[in-house]
C-alpha cells in the first residue's frame, strides 16, 4: 500500500519535473543551446504565481494561464536579449548568457520577494482524497492532470498545427526551413516563449506543495539536464520518461534505500544508461552534445 | 594684536581643535559583510537587519559608519569583502554566518586585527585559537544539549527518530545530537539523512515511523522543515515533532497552517516573536516598521553582537583590539541573553524550547536553558 502511495506522489512530482524537462529540450531542439535558465525560470514562474495570488485571490487554476502568458513574454524577452544577438557565436556564449541571465532572475526574486520560501495557491483545493486506501493529496492529482493536459497539448501543437510543424522544421534544419520560407527567427522566439510558458507552470505547480525560493532553479535545472539525457538528447518523450524516472527515485527508491543512496543510484543508473544506450532510452536527434 | 584677540584666538583654535579631537574619537566603521544573495539569502538577511538596527540604536555621540557589502555565499567573496572593509581600519566587523565565509576570513582577521561579531553556529571557527572571533548565537553543543534534553527530560521520550540535513549543518547537528542523547542514556532508533533538494518526505517519514518511535526529531533547513511538519500532518503521525531552530523562523512557520503547526516544538536560542520582555517587544516592533518583516533569533543575536561592540565603543574602546579585549574579558546583557565569553568566543551559552500551540504561527516560549557548557 505504502508503495502505491509513494508511485502516486513520484507521478506527481514526475509531471511537474516532465514539465521543466520539457521546456528545456524545446529550446534545446530549437537553437542547439542549452538554456541554463531553464530552472530559474520556473523560480519566477513561482514566484509570479505568488505575486499574483496576492493581487488576485483566486484558486491556482485560474491563475495558471496568466502565468504561463506572463512567462512567455519573459521567454521572448530572454530569446530577444540571451540568444539572438548570439546565435552566430560560439555556443559557449549562450551557455554564459543563459546562466547570466539566470543569476540575474535569481537576484531579481531576492530583491522583490526576499528570501524566505513562499507558496502558491493550490491549484483547486489543499485536502486529501481517500481513494483505495490511500491517502491521496487533491494537489498531487491536480498537478498530474494538469501536466498531462500540457503535455498532450504540446503534443497537439507540434503534431497537428502549421504553427507546430514549423517549429518543429526550424529544430530540426533551420537553413532549410528558412529556405523555405519559415520565420526561423520568429520561431526560436516563439519557442523560448513556449518553453518559458511550460516553465510558469511547473513552478505554479511545483510551489505550492513544495515551496519556492529565489535560489530554488539550480535543482531543478540539474533535474532537466539529468531527465533529457537520460530520456535521450532532444526527444521530448525521453524527456517526460527521465522526469519521471527521476522523481520515482526521489520516491520509491529513497524509501527503499535511503535519499542519499537513491540519489548515488540515479547517478549510476545514469552512467548505465550512458554506457549501454549512449542515445539515452528515446534515442537522439543527431546534435552536438553540450 | 592686542591681549584679548590673542586669547580669544587661541580659545577658539583650542575649542576647534578640541572639538575636532572629539569627533575623529567618536567616529567609528563597523562595515556589515555577510551573504544577502545565495543559498543563505534568508539568514544573512536578518543578520544584517539585525546589524543595521543596531547600528541605528548607538549612543549619541557616537557616529557610525556601516557599509553593507554583500558576501554572497563563496569563501572568496567573504575575504575580498573584508580586505576591502579593512581599507576603513574598522573597529569591528558584522561577519558571515556562512562557516565556510568565516573560516576563510579567520586568517585575514587575524593579521589586520579586526574583531569579527557573527551568529555562524558552524563549531570550529571558534576552536582554532583565533582570539578575533565571537558568535552571539549558541552552538551545536549548547542548542542540541537543549533539544535532547527537552526531548528526554521534558517529554518523557525515549525513542527518537532524527532525521537530519546531508549539510554540513545537518551532520554537525546530528553528531551533536547523538552525543547530547547517548548522555541522557538514549538511542534514536531512526536517523537518516536527507539532501536539502528533497521535495517529498512521504519516504523518509513512513520510514522514521516504521521504526516505533515515540517522537519526531528534526534538524533540517527551513524550507525542508516545514515540508516534514506538513507531510506528518497529512499523515497523522500523532507523535510530536521537537525541530531544529529554522521551526523558530517566522518564516517557515509562515509556509504551514496554524493547525499544521499543533503540537511542534523548536529548539532555539531566541524568540522575537514571543515577545518576553519590554525590550524586546520594542525591537521587534521597530524590526517589523524597519524591515517589514519578522525577526528571528539570528537577527536577535547579530544585534546584540553590534550593541556590545558599541556599548564597548561608546565608553572609550576606540580601537580594534580594546574592543577584541572588552568582548573578550566582559559580560553584556543583551535582548536575548547574556553574553560572555567562554576564553574562545562562544559568548551565547543559552537556549530556548518554543512551541506552537495550533492556534497561531507565533510559539511560546516553554523551557529555557541557561548557562549550558560549550565543548
Given at each position: 500500500?505504502?508503495?502505491?502511495?509513494?508511485?502516486?506522489?513520484?507521478?506527481?512530482?514526475?509531471?511537474?519535473?516532465?514539465?521543466?524537462?520539457?521546456?528545456?529540450v524545446?529550446?534545446?531542439?530549437?537553437?542547439g543551446?542549452?538554456?541554463?535558465?531553464?530552472?530559474?525560470?520556473?523560480?519566477a514562474?513561482?514566484?509570479?504565481?505568488?505575486a499574483?495570488?496576492?493581487?488576485?485571490?483566486?484558486?491556482?487554476?485560474?491563475?495558471?494561464?496568466?502565468?504561463?502568458?506572463?512567462?512567455?513574454?519573459?521567454?521572448?524577452?530572454?530569446?530577444?536579449?540571451?540568444?539572438?544577438?548570439?546565435?552566430?557565436?560560439?555556443?559557449?556564449?549562450?551557455?554564459?548568457?543563459?546562466?547570466?541571465?539566470?543569476?540575474?532572475?535569481?537576484?531579481?526574486?531576492?530583491?522583490?520577494?526576499?528570501p524566505e520560501?513562499?507558496?502558491?495557491?493550490?491549484?483547486?483545493?489543499?485536502?486529501?482524497?481517500?481513494l483505495?486506501?490511500?491517502?491521496?493529496?487533491e494537489?498531487?492529482?491536480?498537478?498530474?492532470?494538469?501536466?498531462?493536459?500540457?503535455?498532450?497539448?504540446?503534443y497537439?501543437?507540434?503534431s497537428?498545427?502549421?504553427?507546430?510543424?514549423?517549429?518543429?522544421?526550424?529544430?530540426q534544419?533551420?537553413?532549410?526551413?528558412r529556405?523555405?520560407?519559415?520565420?526561423?527567427?520568429?520561431?526560436?522566439a516563439?519557442?523560448?516563449?513556449?518553453?518559458?510558458?511550460l516553465?510558469?507552470?511547473?513552478?505554479?505547480?511545483?510551489?505550492?506543495?513544495?515551496?519556492v525560493?529565489?535560489?530554488?532553479?539550480?535543482?531543478?535545472?540539474?533535474?532537466?539536464?539529468?531527465?533529457?539525457?537520460?530520456?535521450?538528447?532532444?526527444?521530448?518523450?525521453?524527456?517526460?520518461?527521465?522526469?519521471?524516472?527521476?522523481?520515482?527515485?526521489?520516491?520509491?527508491?529513497?524509501?527503499?534505500?535511503?535519499?542519499?543512496?537513491?540519489?548515488?543510484?540515479?547517478?549510476?543508473?545514469?552512467?548505465?544508461?550512458?554506457?549501454?544506450?549512449?542515445?539515452?532510452?528515446?534515442?537522439?536527434?543527431?546534435?552536438?552534445?553540450a | 594684536?592686542?591681549?584679548?584677540?590673542?586669547?580669544?584666538?587661541?580659545a577658539?583654535?583650542?575649542?576647534?581643535?578640541?572639538?575636532?579631537?572629539?569627533?575623529?574619537?567618536?567616529?567609528?566603521?563597523?562595515?556589515v559583510?555577510?551573504?544577502?544573495?545565495g543559498?543563505?539569502?534568508?539568514?544573512?538577511?536578518?543578520?544584517?537587519?539585525?546589524?543595521?538596527?543596531?547600528?541605528?540604536?548607538?549612543?549619541?555621540?557616537?557616529?557610525?559608519h556601516?557599509?553593507?557589502?554583500?558576501?554572497?555565499?563563496?569563501?572568496?567573496?567573504?575575504?575580498?569583502?573584508?580586505?576591502?572593509?579593512?581599507?576603513?581600519?574598522?573597529?569591528?566587523?558584522?561577519?558571515?554566518?556562512?562557516?565556510?565565509?568565516?573560516?576563510?576570513?579567520?586568517?585575514?582577521?587575524d593579521?589586520?586585527?579586526?574583531?569579527?561579531?557573527?551568529?555562524?553556529?558552524?563549531?570550529?571557527?571558534?576552536?582554532?585559537?583565533?582570539?578575533?572571533?565571537?558568535?552571539?548565537?549558541?552552538?551545536?553543543?549548547?542548542?542540541?544539549?537543549?533539544?535532547?534534553?527537552?526531548?528526554?527530560?521534558?517529554?518523557?521520550?525515549?525513542r527518537?527518530?532524527?532525521?537530519?540535513?546531508?549539510?554540513?549543518?545537518?551532520?554537525?547537528?546530528?553528531?551533536?545530537?547523538?552525543?547530547?542523547?547517548?548522555?541522557?542514556?538514549?538511542?534514536?532508533?531512526?536517523?537518516e539523512?536527507?539532501?536539502?533538494?528533497?521535495?517529498?518526505?512521504?519516504?523518509?517519514?513512513?520510514?522514521?515511523?516504521?521504526?516505533?518511535?515515540?517522537?519526531?526529531?528534526?534538524?533540517?533547513?527551513?524550507?525542508?522543515?516545514?515540508?516534514l511538519?506538513?507531510?506528518?500532518?497529512?499523515?497523522?503521525?500523532?507523535?510530536?515533532?521537537?525541530?531544529?531552530?529554522?521551526?523558530?523562523?517566522?518564516?517557515?512557520a509562515?509556509?504551514?497552517?496554524?493547525?499544521?503547526?499543533?503540537?511542534?516544538?523548536?529548539?532555539?536560542?531566541?524568540?522575537?516573536v514571543?515577545?518576553?520582555?519590554?525590550?524586546?517587544?520594542?525591537?521587534?516592533?521597530?524590526?517589523?516598521?524597519?524591515?517589514?518583516?519578522?525577526?528571528?533569533?539570528?537577527?536577535?543575536?547579530?544585534?546584540?553582537?553590534?550593541?556590545?561592540?558599541?556599548?564597548?565603543?561608546s565608553?572609550?574602546?576606540?580601537?580594534?583590539?580594546?574592543?577584541?579585549d572588552?568582548?573578550?574579558?566582559?559580560?553584556?546583557?543583551?535582548?536575548?541573553?547574556?553574553?560572555?565569553?567562554?576564553?574562545?568566543?562562544?559568548m551565547?551559552?543559552?537556549?530556548?524550547?518554543?512551541?506552537?500551540?495550533?492556534?497561531?504561527?507565533?510559539?511560546?516560549?516553554?523551557?529555557r536553558y541557561?548557562?549550558?557548557p560549550?565543548?
Amino acid at each position: 500500500m505504502i508503495l502505491a502511495q509513494l508511485l502516486v506522489n513520484g507521478v506527481a512530482l514526475g509531471a511537474a519535473y516532465a514539465l521543466v524537462a520539457l521546456g528545456f529540450v524545446l529550446v534545446l531542439n530549437a537553437t542547439g543551446a542549452v538554456n541554463f535558465a531553464q530552472g530559474d525560470m520556473v523560480m519566477a514562474g513561482g514566484f509570479l504565481a505568488v505575486a499574483l495570488a496576492g493581487l488576485i485571490p483566486a484558486p491556482g487554476f485560474v491563475l495558471l494561464p496568466l502565468v504561463m502568458a506572463l512567462m512567455a513574454l519573459l521567454g521572448l524577452a530572454v530569446s530577444l536579449t540571451a540568444y539572438l544577438p548570439l546565435r552566430n557565436r560560439p555556443p559557449v556564449s549562450v551557455f554564459i548568457s543563459t546562466i547570466a541571465i539566470g543569476i540575474i532572475l535569481q537576484n531579481g526574486a531576492t530583491v522583490l520577494f526576499g528570501p524566505e520560501p513562499k507558496a502558491a495557491p493550490p491549484l483547486f483545493d489543499g485536502g486529501t482524497l481517500a481513494l483505495a486506501g490511500l491517502q491521496v493529496s487533491e494537489q498531487s492529482l491536480a498537478v498530474t492532470g494538469t501536466a498531462a493536459l500540457l503535455i498532450a497539448g504540446q503534443y497537439w501543437l507540434f503534431s497537428h498545427t502549421q504553427l507546430g510543424r514549423r517549429l518543429r522544421a526550424t529544430a530540426q534544419d533551420p537553413d532549410m526551413a528558412r529556405a523555405c520560407g519559415i520565420p526561423v527567427t520568429t520561431m526560436i522566439a516563439l519557442t523560448f516563449a513556449l518553453g518559458a510558458a511550460l516553465a510558469g507552470a511547473a513552478g505554479l505547480l511545483l510551489s505550492n506543495q513544495f515551496f519556492v525560493t529565489p535560489t530554488a532553479g539550480g535543482g531543478l535545472i540539474l533535474k532537466a539536464y539529468i531527465a533529457v539525457t537520460i530520456g535521450g538528447w532532444g526527444s521530448l518523450a525521453g524527456a517526460v520518461a527521465g522526469a519521471l524516472l527521476i522523481a520515482t527515485f526521489e520516491t520509491v527508491i529513497s524509501y527503499s534505500l535511503s535519499y542519499t543512496a537513491a540519489t548515488a543510484a540515479l547517478y549510476l543508473a545514469l552512467l548505465a544508461i550512458l554506457a549501454v544506450r549512449p542515445q539515452g532510452l528515446f534515442g537522439e536527434a543527431a546534435r552536438r552534445r553540450a | 594684536m592686542p591681549p584679548w584677540k590673542k586669547t580669544l584666538l587661541t580659545a577658539t583654535l583650542a575649542a576647534t581643535l578640541g572639538y575636532a579631537a572629539s569627533a575623529v574619537a567618536a567616529e567609528v566603521d563597523i562595515p556589515v559583510l555577510v551573504p544577502v544573495t545565495g543559498f543563505l539569502a534568508l539568514e544573512g538577511t536578518s543578520q544584517r537587519n539585525g546589524a543595521v538596527l543596531a547600528i541605528r540604536h548607538a549612543a549619541e555621540g557616537l557616529q557610525v559608519h556601516s557599509e553593507v557589502i554583500d558576501t554572497g555565499t563563496s569563501p572568496e567573496g567573504a575575504v575580498t569583502a573584508l580586505e576591502r572593509a579593512s581599507g576603513d581600519k574598522p573597529l569591528a566587523v558584522a561577519a558571515s554566518m556562512l562557516g565556510t565565509q568565516m573560516l576563510a576570513m579567520l586568517p585575514l582577521a587575524d593579521e589586520y586585527g579586526i574583531p569579527l561579531v557573527t551568529v555562524s553556529g558552524t563549531a570550529s571557527i571558534t576552536e582554532r585559537g583565533n582570539p578575533w572571533v565571537f558568535r552571539f548565537f549558541p552552538g551545536d553543543d549548547v542548542t542540541k544539549t537543549a533539544h535532547a534534553r527537552y526531548v528526554v527530560e521534558e517529554l518523557g521520550k525515549r525513542r527518537p527518530a532524527v532525521i537530519y540535513q546531508t549539510t554540513a549543518y545537518g551532520q554537525s547537528g546530528q553528531a551533536h545530537l547523538r552525543d547530547a542523547f547517548a548522555k541522557l542514556g538514549v538511542q534514536p532508533v531512526f536517523e537518516e539523512a536527507v539532501d536539502p533538494g528533497v521535495r517529498d518526505m512521504l519516504p523518509v517519514l513512513t520510514k522514521a515511523m516504521a521504526a516505533n518511535p515515540d517522537v519526531l526529531v528534526l534538524h533540517l533547513h527551513s524550507g525542508p522543515t516545514a515540508l516534514l511538519v506538513r507531510q506528518a500532518a497529512a499523515s497523522a503521525a500523532g507523535i510530536p515533532i521537537v525541530a531544529g531552530s529554522a521551526m523558530h523562523q517566522p518564516s517557515t512557520a509562515a509556509l504551514l497552517e496554524p493547525a499544521e503547526l499543533k503540537g511542534v516544538c523548536a529548539e532555539t536560542s531566541a524568540s522575537p516573536v514571543s515577545g518576553g520582555t519590554p525590550e524586546l517587544e520594542k525591537f521587534t516592533a521597530e524590526y517589523r516598521t524597519s524591515f517589514n518583516t519578522d525577526p528571528d533569533a539570528f537577527a536577535l543575536g547579530q544585534y546584540d553582537g553590534i550593541a556590545m561592540v558599541l556599548d564597548a565603543a561608546s565608553k572609550g574602546a576606540a580601537t580594534p583590539e580594546a574592543i577584541r579585549d572588552v568582548l573578550a574579558q566582559s559580560t553584556y546583557r543583551g535582548l536575548a541573553m547574556t553574553y560572555r565569553s567562554d576564553g574562545k568566543g562562544n559568548m551565547a551559552h543559552s537556549a530556548s524550547i518554543v512551541c506552537y500551540d495550533g492556534s497561531s504561527r507565533i510559539p511560546a516560549i516553554v523551557k529555557r536553558y541557561e548557562d549550558l557548557p560549550t565543548q
